[in-house]
């Protein structure tokens, strides 16, 4: 397994922008395939958007769609969540989630570790 931390999250007002990250420990990151989810009160834990080992696939859930972009940077052993025209519906944890194999997933039992999390608050 990888362990992961994300950084990033904070208070931003509608239609703010913030960048998350995701730090993986490990020599074999570019073997992962990464992940972020989010989860709000009183909600599951949702998809956000996937990216695989090369960076050349990536998915995206239809609600952040044209808003976030993920990207990764293999040398740093990092993942990225952009986020910009943020919503208050936006406001959740933030996961970052990593798969070992080289294929995109978009569900949460694909995935093999998980991040502690960070908070994203959206105010309108």
């Known amino acids: 397994q990888v362990q992961l931390v994300e950084s990033g999250g904070g208070l931003v007002q509608a239609g703010g922008s913030l960048r998350l990250s995701c730090a993986a420990s490990g020599r074999t990151f570019s073997r992962y395939a990464m992940g972020w989810f989010r989860q709000a009160p009183g909600k599951e834990r949702e998809f956000v958007s996937a990216i695989d080992w090369s960076g050349g696939s990536t998915r995206y859930a239809d609600s952040v769609k044209g808003r976030f972009t993920i990207s990764r940077d293999n040398a740093k052993n990092t993942v990225y969540l952009q986020m910009n025209s943020l919503k208050p519906e936006d406001t959740a944890v933030y996961y970052c989630?990593?798969?070992?194999?080289?294929?995109?997933?978009?569900?949460?039992?694909?995935?093999?570790?998980w991040g502690q999390g960070t908070q994203v608050s959206v105010s309108s």
């Open positions: 989630a990593a798969r070992g194999g080289s294929v995109v997933a978009t569900t949460i039992g694909q995935y093999d570790s």
